[in-house]
Every structure is written in structure tokens, then in C-alpha cells.
DNA sequence: ACCGTACTGGACCATCGGTCCACTTGTCGA
DNA sequence: TCGACAAGTGGACCGATGGTCCAGTACGGT
């Protein structure tokens, strides 16, 4: 890709403004490729040349939300970034997880639901990245367990439903807690 | 309900079957309806009757699935029925659930996904019951936690996609032995 | 100013869950 | 045994949705 014309970046940002707000409102599986391209004032084409797919879409707007919590972890000041024991710098991450979480609902959810048939072989970015910070942080601290399985199941609570319905009763408070509880719990 | 016609209680069994046995050879959100009505050999009219929607299906399957569990809890014989310690049922009665899904790859994440749009208010009473049940084994022996949210997040993993995959793996006995890596975690 | 190319948009398509309804078949009282 | 009625059946049909297509538009280098 050499550049990108002025109008497709105005587009572009327009779509995935507009995905995030109507995903702030409503359910993942409530959101239309159409109301999304209505809601950016484009046409579906647009989207779908932009994007290629539904789940592309998503995996878009999570990269963007998730960039900074990447930086913060690997070059910021603990305890998110280095420097914190393994203890510490799990539970802020999980704290900030729940946080982006939190400040969009859906989208973890939306994303898990996409299952890909055939195509999107890999996991999307933002999930790996997540998983292998967790499960690297675990392992740091407890060589002696299976830390990729357990991350795996530390963020599949954030795309189970009745984790989805408490965060939309605003009680994200008490979820930071409970997989504090866990983590630590993990830790020993 | 009085009675129901030999004829439709045969054509019902054999949807449950064909269901079961499609949902064993593939992921159930490429499992469609119409795949079910016509490996049971009967109308796509005749499903609808009878499970009224995708998800009635669905419950409907997983509840012929969970009830010999939900006896064993509540009467069989320690350790998953009453009389060994909360600690000891919960770690069978997770083994016992895992179990279930080995066996049933994609059902929960099937009904997972089902999110009900608008009707089928309350949760599956599948799910209700495990849940109840961890919960308050959690509770017996760690008052001081928020029992339900654990629970949930525990089950969580069940319906996430990378332990999914796993599943389709064969690595079951890894899962328990995550899952029982938590479940001791968090007991103490 | 011009031209090629990337971008745009909305008509169009295939598929899926679900509805409808005319037809068939079990069941039960007489 | 038979008739009638309710329960059951099946497949044409519907509306919605993700995704495709392509003729037209407009940006940006020259």
C-alpha cells in the first residue's frame, strides 16, 4: 500500500466511528453491515471495499482500541509496563483489559462470534497478543503450569454471555475483581 | 400435553439423532436447519413444530444430555452426589462436565451463540443448573468470594473458541486438568 | 487540464431462520 | 369397524443479512 486518498481515510475513520458508536448502544449480533454504512453515511460497497468482511470490520476497530494498551505494556511504566513483579503486572493488565472491555461492550463478543468458515485462518492480532502476555506473565511465576491453557480461560469470561450481561449493568467493577480473584488465585 | 403420536415421537428422536450426530462432524454454526430436516428425513415445517426455533433445538438437545449429571449431583453417590466435600464435587463435577462437552463438541457453544434477539428471556436451564451447582459449591467452602461471577467466568471457558478448538483436538484431559488447576486455585 | 486508477454506492445474489397452510395420518369414541 | 377431528407433516414462501458486482465518480500525479 503506498497512500491512501484522502477521501477513503475520511471514509474509512467515518465507518469505524460509526461501528464503535452503534456497538456502544447496541448488541454485536444486532448491528447490521447496513445500519453501520448508513450510520458512516457510505454505501455498503464501501464498507465491504474497506474492510472485506464483517469480521474484518471488527478486527479493525479492536487493533485500534487495543494499540496503546500494547505500548503501554511493552514500553510504558509499570505496573503495566516492565519493571513490576509478574504478580503485579498481571493484575493491572487484566485490569486495563476489562477497561477497553468495558468502553465497548460488544466487541470482544462480536469478534468471538465470527468464527470464520473457511478463511481468517490465524487468530485475530489482538487476541494473540493479549493470550501471550497473559500466558507469559503466568509462566514467569508459575513455570510449573499449564499458562497458555489458563490465559485461554482467563479471557474466554470476556466473551461469555452472562459476563457480557453484567458489563452491560455497568458492573465492571465487580468482574476486575473477580479475575483478580482468579489471577491471584493462580499465582498462589 | 396428553400424549404425544408414536409418529411424532419417532420423527422427534430422529431429529435429536441427526442433530447430535451432524453437530459431532461439524461446527454447529455451519450446521443449518434444513441440513437437520433433511438428515432426519423429514420437512424443515416438522422441526419448527416441534423445537419452535434453533435454539429450542438446541436446549432441547443439551438437556436429553445433561440430566443423567443432574441426577448424579443431586442423589448419586460421592464424589459427585452429596456426602464427599465441596472441594471434592467440585473437581468431579467439573471432570463430569467436560465430559459432556468432550463428547458434544459444539453444543454449548452452539447455544452460546444463540443470544435470543428479543423472546427466551431466562437463561437455558442447563446452564442454570451448572452454574447453581459450582456456585454453590464455591460458596460452601469460600464465603467470602462472589461465587456466582466465578462460576460464570469458569464456565466461560466451555464456549470459547480457542478451548473449542482444543476440544476438536482431543486434549479434554487437559482442559480438566486446567479447569481443576483453577477450581483448587480458587478454593484455596 | 488530463488521464488512469482507486474509490464509491446501491442494485443484486445466495443463504438462512422462521412462517404458513393445505394435506395426511394417528387416535379414540360410538 | 368406522368416521371425524385434532395432531402432525412438508415444502413453498418470506424477510433479513452478509457479501458481490460493476458502472460511474473523483482524487492526484503529470
Redesign the interface.
Known amino acids: 500500500m503506498v497512500k491512501e486518498r484522502v477521501d477513503a481515510a475520511r471514509n474509512r475513520r467515518a465507518i469505524l466511528r460509526a461501528t464503535e458508536e452503534l456497538l456502544s448502544r447496541h448488541?454485536p449480533?444486532?448491528v447490521t453491515m447496513e445500519q453501520v454504512a448508513a450510520a458512516a453515511g457510505v454505501g455498503k460497497g464501501t464498507v465491504f471495499h474497506r474492510f472485506g468482511s464483517r469480521m474484518g470490520l471488527m478486527i479493525a476497530l479492536m487493533q485500534e482500541r487495543a494499540l496503546g494498551l500494547r505500548d503501554e505494556v511493552e514500553t510504558g511504566p509499570p505496573p503495566l509496563g516492565p519493571g513490576a513483579s509478574p504478580r503485579e503486572r498481571l493484575l493491572a493488565f487484566l485490569s486495563a483489559v476489562v477497561d477497553v472491555i468495558g468502553r465497548n461492550k460488544g466487541l470482544l463478543a462480536a469478534l468471538?462470534?465470527e468464527?470464520a468458515?473457511r478463511a481468517h485462518g490465524g487468530?485475530h492480532p489482538v487476541y494473540t497478543f493479549w493470550?501471550g502476555h497473559i500466558s507469559e506473565l503466568i509462566a514467569a511465576e508459575r513455570p510449573d503450569?499449564?499458562a497458555p491453557?489458563?490465559a485461554?480461560?482467563l479471557?474466554?469470561?470476556l466473551?461469555?454471555?452472562?459476563?457480557l450481561r453484567?458489563l452491560e449493568r455497568g458492573e465492571t467493577v465487580?468482574?476486575e475483581?473477580?479475575?483478580h480473584?482468579?489471577a491471584a488465585?493462580?499465582l498462589?
Open positions: 448488541r449480533e444486532e468471538g462470534q468464527v468458515p487468530d493470550h503450569l499449564d491453557l489458563l485461554d480461560l479471557l474466554a469470561g466473551q461469555a454471555e452472562p459476563i453484567l465487580r468482574l475483581k473477580g479475575l480473584t482468579l488465585a493462580i498462589g
